[in-house]
Nanobody
Framework: QVQLVESGGGLVQPGGSLRLSCAASGVTFSSYTMSWYRQAPGKERELVAY????????NYADSVKGRFTISRDNAKNTVYLQMNSLKPEDTAVYYCKAAWYINSYWGQGTQVTVSS
């Protein structure tokens, strides 16, 4: 049974930082491309960042480049999203996704709210 469990969300002031974690089980984690998506109220879910298996190449949405960093620890079956210089427009539910060929799995999401 595949499980992806996100954690680390919460309320933070503009300019602050959060680190999200997504712990995976039931998959060969190192083989999967891991991604973070987010969905704000009334908006479509959008890709924030992904990190490939193997060499771990990364890619980011333009809106978060230079502020967010995705990383993975294959020994812990965990992917992270370090979020710095947070803005109110980063407020959303953040989801992690594991993908390998046609197989993909989603976590349940964690709420991030950026507000003063």
């Amino acid at each position: 049974q595949v499980q992806l469990v996100e954690s680390g969300g919460g309320l933070v002031q503009p300019g602050g930082s959060l680190r999200l974690s997504c712990a995976a089980s039931g998959v060969t984690f190192s083989s999967y491309t891991m991604s973070w998506y987010r969905q704000a109220p009334g908006k479509e879910r959008e890709l924030v960042a992904y990190i490939r298996s193997g060499g771990g190449g990364t890619n980011y949405a333009d809106s978060v480049k230079g502020r967010f960093t995705i990383s993975r620890d294959n020994a812990k079956n965990t992917v992270y999203l370090q979020m710095n210089s947070l803005k109110p427009e980063d407020t959303a539910v953040y989801y992690c996704k594991a993908a390998w060929y046609i197989n993909s799995y989603w976590g349940q999401g964690t709420q991030v709210t950026v507000s003063s």
